[in-house]
């Protein structure tokens, strides 16, 4: 059986590296912040190519963050809108709605999975004041499209980069270096995963940054002096020291990935299998390998059978969920559609070539 997805297998080849790392933070006595903290931000900030990096204690934090920084430096209000892909994990919309604003759903493009522009620009009235686009499933959408059209309205343009760690757009505008600000998560098995809950915040906005890192360490920028009603919602320092490590090869880690997609793309052929339409220039860095197919259940039960793992990402869409009651009504077709059709295929670093064959020959039989 291929699994859908093997952590173990991933996580194997820093096992060494990891131990060694765990002695040094056990003897460092640094358990909250600090430098193992600091040295992960100033190397995640390179990496992005960001001016600054805050770590946070998940993603959704990391999100999270981003609207009370706005808010707490007058920049968004209670009540505002926010553009939000209505195709998405539910963290997206939770974090606007959690930070006392509204999402606006809006519906993906037809033929990608990434938020349509032209109804973004349709559902843009004066009361919306950020537009959070998802780089979903590793997949930046249209950098310059997104740009002009925040520009335009004078709007905040926001990434939720989750999935899309060091996704480099055609003319060199890399995953967190593309909006105002942008959040990223490390849950254990997004492309870059710590060994539990992590996330990051990048931005060029040195106020943002600082009123971020107040806000996540209980509105505190010095020991027992608190101007902020803040959070807890740091980087725990031995996952910032794991992350550091894997930092260092992950753009292997992406080659890896690009290259099993591009036998995937080249190699599936088989009229009921819908591929996904994206290019292998960087833009996409595959966290997820996602088919579209009419028969969703009997095609799953067919790999199944034949020792392939698969997953729905997502089976109900946010605005469809009990959680979200308010937007049940709401009516997005496309949504639905996608929904309805996705499946994602295994797609990771420690696949190997004869696994990787195994499956393009399983679809091609379906
Ligand atoms: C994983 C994910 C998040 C949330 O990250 P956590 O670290 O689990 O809080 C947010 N948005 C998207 C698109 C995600 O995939």
Redesign the pocket.
């Known amino acids: 059986m291929i699994p859908f997805f093997d952590i173990k297998a991933e996580n194997k080849v820093h096992i060494d590296s990891f131990t060694k790392e765990l002695q040094l933070f056990m003897h460092s006595g640094q358990y909250i912040m600090g430098d193992a903290v600091r040295n992960f931000e100033q190397k995640y900030a390179a990496f992005c190519g960001s001016n600054y990096c805050v770590g946070t204690?998940?993603?959704?934090?990391?999100?999270r963050l981003i609207f009370e920084g706005y808010k707490s430096l007058g920049q968004l209000q209670d009540g505002d809108e926010v553009l939000v892909p209505a195709h998405?994990?539910i963290?997206?919309a939770l974090?606007v709605i959690q930070s006392g604003l509204k999402p606006v759903f809006v519906e993906p493009s037809d033929g990608s999975f990434n938020m349509d522009v032209e109804q973004a620009e349709q559902l843009t009235t004066s009361s919306v004041k950020a537009c959070l686009v998802?780089?979903?499933y590793g997949q930046l959408v249209d950098v310059n499209l997104f740009r002009t059209f925040a520009k335009k309205h004078g709007i905040l343009l926001i990434e939720?980069a989750?999935?899309a760690h060091g996704a480099v757009s055609q003319n060199g505008q890399k995953a967190g270096a593309i909006g105002d600000a942008a959040?990223f998560?490390?849950?254990p098995t997004?492309n870059i995963g710590a060994l539990g809950?992590?996330?990051a915040v990048t931005t060029n906005n040195e106020l943002l940054a600082k009123e971020i890192k107040t806000l996540q360490n209980y509105g505190s920028p010095k020991k027992y002096v608190h101007e902020k009603v803040g959070f807890n919602m740091r980087l725990d320092a031995l996952q910032a020291r794991f992350l550091s490590l894997k930092l260092v090869n992950y753009t292997t880690d992406c080659e890896r990935r690009i290259a099993i997609a591009s036998r995937y793309l080249d190699e599936i052929n088989n009229s009921k299998i819908l591929l996904p339409t994206c290019e292998l220039d960087g833009s996409h860095v595959f966290?997820l390998f996602v088919v579209r197919v009419a028969n969703r259940n009997d095609f799953m039960e067919f790999l199944t059978t034949r020792g392939v793992g698969s997953l729905v990402h997502y089976p109900i869409p946010p605005h469809k969920q009990k959680a979200l009651s308010e937007y049940n009504q709401l009516s997005l077709p496309l949504t639905k559609k996608y929904h309805n059709e996705v499946v994602s295929i295994p797609l990771y670093t420690s696949l190997s070539e004869n696994q990787v064959q195994h499956i393009i020959d399983v679809l091609n039989a379906y």
């Open positions: 204690s998940n993603g959704l934090d990391a999100l998405t994990y963290a997206t974090a998802v780089h979903l939720d989750a999935q959040a998560s490390f849950y997004k809950d992590a996330g966290h």
